[in-house]
């Protein structure tokens, strides 16, 4: 069992940064792709980011391509999403997962475990 919890989460202006963090119980952490997810009022879940267990191979929706950089450390069992350029389109609770496969990829039905979420809102 694998425990995820999100933090970083927090208010900013259009253009800004922050640092989203997914610390994970368990000794098992560098086996397991992580991922990053993130839901809007009113829209589904759609995904972000992913990061292979080594760390090796990293994806990325178009909308964020350039601006969001997924990152792991499997010593801190923690994976960090850093964003930059914020859009208030940007806004949504952000979820980290954990896939029980070392690949993951861009669909939330390849995880199994999921974090809490954490609120980002950019303001313009």
């Known amino acids: 069992q694998v425990q995820l919890v999100e933090s970083g989460g927090g208010l900013v202006q259009a253009g800004g940064s922050l640092r989203l963090s997914c610390a994970a119980s368990g000794r098992t952490f560098s086996y397991y792709a992580m991922g990053w997810f993130r839901q809007a009022p009113g829209k589904e879940r759609e995904f972000v980011a992913h990061i292979s267990a080594s760390g090796g191979t990293t994806g990325y929706a178009d909308s964020v391509k350039g601006r969001f950089t997924i990152s792991r450390d499997n010593a801190k069992n923690t994976v960090y999403l850093q964003m930059n350029s914020l859009k208030p389109d940007d806004t949504a609770v952000y979820y980290c997962?954990?896939?029980?496969?070392?690949?993951?990829?861009?669909?939330?039905?390849?995880?199994?475990?999921w974090g809490q979420g954490t609120q980002v809102t950019v303001s313009s």
């Open positions: 997962a954990g896939s029980a496969t070392p690949s993951g990829g861009a669909y939330s039905y390849n995880y199994k475990y």
